[in-house]
């Protein structure tokens, strides 16, 4: 589904992903690790288009998708959920989705199509879908943290992905909001059908749900492969898992 080869960006001469590789199957979950600064938040934005790669191929379903603008990658099924929470903090958590929705649909609301309506039904499945179904009239900026990284979530899938990209999704969250997410991307991928692509810092939390991992050091792709095949990985222990383990 997605093929990323020896992409680079530099930031005003440093390299902050000098060759990134990754490979997504459709329908599997797939985690980037690597320390902060690795460049993992650097790579998504690329993939997405809010940043332009210096060079190296992105390819989506067969298509070279590198420096494509952000909309017209995610009118072609990515969506990304960023590492810092996005949402509009003023507007309900109904009309954050329903807003996503819209602007997808590329809808705006006129005089005979009153905007509460518009939608709805996909709407509410989405916020059921999160599980925040019994905060849909909440103000969001009166959510718990976990709740508004798990609206941000709901938005992301506002758009419709096929693939969809989560940054750190469950930084900062209590461990029973952990728990949560972690249901929740499992039930995405297997009853919504969806490829999740993630970074994250828990290791137990990457190795329990990850199909793949890639691991990142200092802009570069070392290694791809299934969970036992990473943490064996002589390099890995060296650079990431802290050698001994
Ligand atoms: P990660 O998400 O793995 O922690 P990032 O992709 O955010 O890493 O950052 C990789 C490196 O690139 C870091 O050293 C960071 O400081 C640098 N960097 C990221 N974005 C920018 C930017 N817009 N301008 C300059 N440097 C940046
Ligand atoms: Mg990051």
Do not use: W
């Amino acid at each position: 589904m997605l093929e990323v080869r020896d992409v680079r960006k530099s930031f005003d001469g440093f390299m902050a992903v000098s060759e990134g590789n990754l490979t997504v199957e459709r329908g599997k979950i797939v985690a980037v690790i690597g320390p902060n600064g690795a460049g993992k938040s650097t790579l998504f934005k690329l993939i997405t288009g809010h940043l332009k790669p210096d060079g190296g191929s992105i390819r989506y379903k067969g298509e070279n998708i590198a420096g494509l603008p952000p909309y017209t990658i995610c009118r072609r099924g990515i969506s990304l959920s960023f590492q810092i929470v996005n949402i509009f903090h003023r507007l309900s958590v109904f009309d954050n989705v329903q807003a996503a929705i819209l602007s997808r649909q590329r809808k705006t609301f006129n005089l005979f199509t009153p905007a509460g309506r518009l939608a709805r039904d996909e709407t509410m499945r989405i916020i059921d879908a999160v599980g925040l179904s019994d905060r849909v009239d909440a103000v969001s900026s009166t959510l718990a943290y976990g709740d508004q990284k798990v609206l941000e979530i709901a938005i992301a899938l506002g758009n419709d992905p096929e693939l969809l990209i989560l940054d750190e999704p469950t930084a900062g969250m209590s461990p029973e909001e952990t728990a949560a997410t972690i249901g929740l991307i499992r039930r995405l991928t297997r009853e919504m059908g969806l490829t999740i692509l993630f970074c994250e810092h828990d290791m137990d939390l990457v190795f329990a749900i990850a199909d793949e991992i890639m691991v990142m050091r200092q802009g570069a792709t070392i290694i791809q492969g299934p969970g036992e095949v990473v943490r064996a990985d002589p390099d890995v222990q060296e650079a990431y898992l802290g050698g001994g383990r």
